[in-house]
């Protein structure tokens, strides 16, 4: 669990609690990954499921095709979600690199053009827990494919740019791309239906140079260090001055759901404080599965049960959350028009 540090939001927690009604309109609903409990995360199958169920954005997280295309896949190392690795031609493909200062071991997706990664299937990630019904189904969207279907279903998106750093390093910037597709799109404004997140610093900066739209700073772990940060850590930006910082380049704060409420059940305060700096909060990820609850709303039945995730939710919007990333976009749904 998420802990707050003495230096952070133990501080925060001291503010004066805002009431819930802070936050004027209703909590927005973020379809993590697309319906990603039901279909293989970051697939159109995922996301169209995801806006039947209610949905009022869908999660793009976005990297780089060998030739700059900006496609949807949660980390650049693609083994775990795809099945290239029963693509012998791509065999030799497999190797190790350093991302954000971890050694990966795997195939990358820069180092695959479009048309290779188009002929590899989804495959779901926690086959333990979700099952593999859909697997080898459904190809890997590209950011186009993904926004001419939110704009024909009247949805927002909520793009992540992943490893941001890394690319730019490696000549495959995702910023300049992503802001060009959103610009083609007619997605300019602060008010049009787009947030722009990441759990970097710098490129969210840059952003904040380049676009009007509103951009989310995601936070890890308060010990753990932000990617490209130069030694900063999460608890730098969690103290009244480094949310303050953030809130020249940002508009929201994306923090995990055991920083909003600790293992105990007791709000940390860090939404009061982030809204009183002027951000929204939305918290992540809303997860069904007794494995990724919080023990107060596990149920009996093992890992792969569903326990008491709208009693989560509610917890939370009871506190005044401005928004929320769910696996589970109709269970999700459902316990927010009941909170």
């Given at each position: 669990?998420?802990?707050?540090?003495?230096?952070?939001?133990?501080?925060?927690?001291?503010?004066?609690?805002?009431?819930?009604?802070?936050?004027?309109?209703?909590?927005?609903?973020?379809?993590?990954?697309?319906?990603?409990?039901?279909?293989?995360?970051?697939?159109?199958?995922?996301?169209?499921l995801a806006i039947d169920?209610?949905?009022?954005?869908?999660?793009?997280?976005?990297?780089?095709?060998?030739d700059g295309v900006l496609v949807a896949r949660h980390e650049n190392e693609i083994s775990g979600t795809t099945d290239v690795a029963d693509h012998p031609e791509f065999s030799n493909r497999r190797t190790v690199k350093s991302i954000d200062g971890k050694q990966v071991r795997g195939w990358f997706t820069e180092d695959f053009t479009l048309a290779e990664l188009q002929t590899l299937k989804a495959r779901k990630r926690l086959p333990e827990l979700r099952g593999t019904e859909y697997d080898g189904r459904f190809g890997i969207p590209t950011l186009k494919d993904i926004i001419a279907l939110a704009?024909?279903?009247?949805v927002g998106l909520y793009p992540e740019t992943k490893h941001s750093a890394?690319?730019?390093?490696?000549?495959?910037?995702?910023?300049?791309?992503?802001?060009?597709?959103?610009?083609?799109?007619?997605?300019?404004a602060v008010d049009d239906p787009v947030f722009i997140q990441s759990f970097e610093t710098e490129n969210l900066k840059r952003l904040s140079s380049m676009t009007d739209l509103r951009l989310v700073q995601l936070v890890g772990a308060p010990d753990q260090a932000v990617p490209g940060g130069d030694g900063l850590h999460y608890a730098d930006l969690l103290t009244t001055e480094g949310l303050?910082?953030?809130?020249?380049?940002?508009?929201?704060?994306?923090?995990?759901?055991?920083?909003?409420i600790d293992e105990n059940g007791a709000p940390t305060g860090i939404v009061e404080a982030a809204q009183r700096a002027g951000l929204t909060v939305h918290s992540w990820t809303f997860r069904a599965e007794n494995a990724f609850l919080a023990p107060a709303y596990r149920t009996e039945g093992g890992d792969a049960a569903h326990g008491d995730m709208a009693g989560e939710i509610c917890a939370q919007i009871k506190i005044g959350i401005n928004g929320l990333f769910s696996d589970f976009p109709a269970l999700a749904k459902a316990a927010m028009e009941r909170c």
């Open positions: 669990m998420y802990r707050i540090v003495p230096a952070a939001l133990f501080l925060l927690a001291a503010i004066a609690p805002l009431a819930a009604a802070a936050a004027t309109d209703a909590p927005i609903l973020i379809a993590h990954r697309g319906a990603s409990g039901e279909r293989p995360e970051h697939t159109l199958a995922a996301y169209e169920q209610g949905a009022d954005f869908i999660e793009p997280d976005l990297v780089s095709t060998k704009k024909r279903r009247g890394y690319f730019r390093d490696i000549g495959l910037s995702l910023e300049e791309p992503l802001v060009a597709a959103l610009n083609a799109a007619n997605w300019t303050a910082t953030v809130a020249a380049y940002a508009t929201g704060l994306g923090p995990p759901k055991q920083m909003v």
